[in-house]
């Protein structure tokens, strides 16, 4: 399984003005989750978890991975109301 950047699940889910309980809410995932991968606690999820935080962050899940080789920069938009 490939392994994220939690630095760049941060970023993306401070880019979107979104709590923890927030990104996991929207993405369909336990409470916990957002946190656990953020800490570094999970540094392999399932690949449908990164998916659903991807379209919640408004990224490629590439851009979420350790060797994604792509940048967050103009890929997360500011959350509307």
């Known amino acids: ?3 994220v950047n939690p ?3 941060r970023e993306a889910r ?3 003005l979104l709590t923890k ?3 996991a809410h929207l993405a369909g ?3 916990w989750t957002v946190g656990r ?3 570094g606690v999970v540094s392999s999820p399932q690949p449908a978890t990164i998916k659903a935080l991807a379209r919640v962050y408004g990224c490629s899940p590439r851009a979420l991975l350790k060797d994604g080789g ?3 920069e103009n890929e997360v ?3 509307t109301a």
């Open 70 to 72: 792509e940048t967050l």
């Open 29 to 31: 995932l336990a409470p």
């Open 7 to 9: 630095q760049r699940f």
């Open 21 to 23: 309980k927030e990104a």
């Open 14 to 16: 401070n880019r979107k």
């Open 37 to 39: 991968i953020e800490g």
């Open 1 to 3: 399984m490939p392994e």
């Open 77 to 79: 938009v500011e959350k």
